[in-house]
């Protein structure tokens, strides 16, 4: 080399990121609205065809998860050390596994799911239709699906007069 001539460095290549941290998910929706808010409310709204019905649950959705599909209880964040994006990315990939997910005793998602068959049952919809368990649209879909099994809350949503008997149907029977 001469003294005076610049040292040229090869590129250095990008970082490979692992498969196993990005799931191919089913991420196709037909929800419609603007917000979150509309899409749950439209949603739920062709299903129960009661606005009173709707109004309560979604009171409920609301104190439960914020409308976050996503929602990790708050007080599991800091036990297993997880914010809902990465508990969610965690399970979807499966580095946190569906027995973790099922019998950790963290409520989960827009119901806050948290007794394990319960959680169990939506994690195997969730996975069976290959959508995140954070999916809104699969999460509304299977909460339906939940609540038509509670026949007595069912028919009140359907017939509810009041977002009041609407939501103490939803609250004690089926949060309990």
């Given at each position: ?12 290549p990008a ?6 941290t990005?799931?191919?998910?089913n991420t ?22 009661n ?14 998860s ?11 964040e800091?036990k297993?050390?997880h ?7 965690a399970?979807?990939?499966g580095?946190?596994t ?10 989960y ?22 959508r995140?368990?954070?999916?809104l649209?699969g999460?509304l ?12 809350v069912w028919?009140t949503?359907?017939n509810?007069?009041t977002?009041?008997?609407a ?10």
């Amino acid at each position: 080399m001469n003294a005076g001539s610049p040292v040229v460095k090869p590129p250095v290549p990008a970082p490979v990121v692992p498969e196993t941290t990005k799931p191919s998910l089913n991420t196709s929706s037909s929800l419609v609205g603007a917000s979150t808010e509309e899409k749950i409310w439209n949603f739920l709204l062709k299903e129960i065809k009661n606005e009173y019905g709707v109004a309560g649950l979604m009171g409920n959705l609301r104190a439960e998860s914020s409308f976050k599909s996503s929602n990790l209880q708050g007080a599991y964040e800091k036990k297993l050390s997880h914010t809902d994006e990465s508990y969610t990315l965690a399970v979807d990939n499966g580095q946190y596994t569906k027995d973790q997910f099922v019998y950790d005793s963290a409520g989960y998602g827009l119901a806050q799911w948290t007794y394990w068959s319960r959680k169990k049952a939506l994690y195997e919809y969730l996975k069976g239709a290959n959508r995140s368990i954070g999916d809104l649209q699969g999460q509304l879909e299977y909460l339906v699906k939940e609540i038509k099994t509670y026949t007595k809350v069912w028919n009140t949503l359907l017939n509810a007069k009041t977002v009041e008997e609407a939501s103490t149907s939803v609250v004690l029977y089926y949060e309990k």
